[in-house]
């Protein structure tokens, strides 16, 4: 073996397969049963509708060197990804565009007219110099908005004040002066044709790379652990930082996601395939209906039932999947400490979105994965 990859996400699998191309034998082990992290999808076994395991996976990207990547594993279908909320029973579109707020203030305001509206009711706080979340929000579509549209969405969401929460979460969000309701502002977008693990399954196809699951990396009893592995072998290391090091520089905060799925005895539950609820009080966040990320697949979907996916979020344990990394100023302190720590251990490569803490999306995961390779592996 010349290299081992701990966790076959998206980040693992683009050094795995890089790699192999170049006569590298590679072992990845994952802790799960199955490859490919978080973009991990399955049929549901009643309806045959794919369902995205680990929540709503949108594939996008502006960068052409990774959208070229991507596309030696798979096509990519022409969906674009398109979001509404449910405020006070009442639905409204996403990201906050000319659309929302003529709907919010009930009038017919043009972009101008919306944008001096906007300026008047965002004057407490300056884009530019926004120091968390909730001046960023306020700076970018005012208070009213803010607090319709993400105030009690995003405590749901990290359970966190807003103002310990970095301004770049609301920043991923566009906000627009038309009538543009697409979600993401990328050049490329959509969904693998034939789905998540067609693709992933495609990365790992190699007879230089070993796949090994359910193999957890801490658990001594199996022979390529922590132990046996580090200062004899090259290591990418894609689990959580601060569990490498058994959390020496205090633990970091994650959220974690619970996901209540369900067949329902109807064609069509919602008319779209993600509707996120802004309001306290309903406990989930979003509710996911996968049978609409796929329309060209009608033929095959049964006519008479659709399966949705309720999504709760909630600190993580010590035992729960990590999912995001929530970067409270005490947390961006802690993970100086264990990029100092990560510089110390010999050929350990910490990477992806559980090794470096950032909040990676897939193109971000491959992008940096690509860079690994080139830069520091290869
Ligand atoms: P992961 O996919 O998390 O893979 C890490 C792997 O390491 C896991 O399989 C884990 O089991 C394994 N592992 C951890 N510890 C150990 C251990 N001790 N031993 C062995 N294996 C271990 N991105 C988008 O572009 N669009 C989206 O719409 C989108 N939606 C998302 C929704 C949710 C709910 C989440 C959580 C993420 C979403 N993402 C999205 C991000 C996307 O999942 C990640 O960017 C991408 O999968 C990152 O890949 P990764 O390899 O870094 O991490
Ligand atoms: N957000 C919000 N209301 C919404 C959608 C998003 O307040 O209806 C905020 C929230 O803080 C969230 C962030 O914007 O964490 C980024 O949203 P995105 O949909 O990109 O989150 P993800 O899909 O990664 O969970």
């Known amino acids: 073996m010349d290299l081992l990859i701990v966790g076959s996400g998206?980040?693992?699998?683009?050094?795995?397969e890089r790699a192999a191309a170049s006569g590298r034998r590679v072992t990845v082990i994952d802790r799960r049963h199955h490859i490919g992290g978080n973009a991990y999808s399955e049929d549901e076994?009643?309806?045959?509708i794919e369902v995205h395991r680990y929540g709503a996976h949108l594939f996008h990207t502006s960068n052409p060197t990774v959208w070229e990547y991507v596309n030696r594993f798979t096509t990519f279908t022409d969906y674009v990804h398109r979001v509404y909320t449910n405020h006070k029973g009442v639905v409204f579109p996403l990201p906050i565009n000319l659309g929302t707020i003529n709907q919010f203030f009930a009038a017919a305001y043009s972009p101008d007219e919306a944008r001096s509206v906007i300026h008047e009711l965002a004057g407490e706080f300056d884009a530019k110099d926004?120091?968390?979340l909730e001046e960023k929000g306020i700076a970018l579509i005012g208070r009213p908005l803010y607090e319709a549209f993400i105030r009690d969405y995003t405590a749901k969401q990290?359970?966190?004040d807003p103002r310990n929460l970095p301004a770049e979460v609301i920043s991923r969000l566009p906000v627009r002066y038309t009538y543009d309701n697409r979600y993401f502002n990328d050049t490329w977008e959509g969904l693998p044709t034939d789905?998540?693990?067609?693709?992933?399954?495609r990365m790992a196809d190699h007879p230089l790379i070993d796949v090994k699951l359910s193999t957890d990396f801490f658990d001594d009893t199996q022979p390529l652990n922590k132990?046996?592995?580090v200062g004899r072998v090259p290591i990418v290391y894609t689990g959580p930082i601060d569990r490498y090091f058994d959390d020496a520089a205090g633990a970091l905060s994650w959220r974690t996601l619970d996901f209540e799925q369900e067949v329902m005895p109807v064609g069509d539950f919602q008319g779209t395939p993600v509707m996120n609820y802004a309001d306290a009080d309903v406990p989930f966040t979003r509710i996911h209906e996968f049978k609409h990320f796929h329309p060209e697949r009608a033929d095959r979907h049964p006519a008479d039932k659709t399966v949705i996916m309720r999504e709760f979020s909630r600190f993580a344990n010590r035992d729960d999947e990590p999912y995001y990394p929530v970067n409270t100023p005490d947390d961006r302190a802690g993970l100086l400490a264990y990029r100092e720590l990560a510089r110390g251990e010999k050929d350990v490569f910490f990477g992806g979105r559980l090794g470096t803490y950032q909040y990676l999306d897939m193109h971000m995961a491959i992008g940096s994965a690509l860079s690994m390779w080139n830069n520091q592996l290869a």
């Open 227 to 229: 132990a046996a592995t």
């Open 130 to 132: 926004a120091r968390n």
């Open 10 to 16: 998206f980040f693992g699998l683009t050094i795995a």
């Open 158 to 160: 990290w359970q966190t």
């Open 195 to 201: 789905g998540y693990t067609a693709w992933i399954e």
């Open 45 to 48: 076994p009643e309806t045959g």
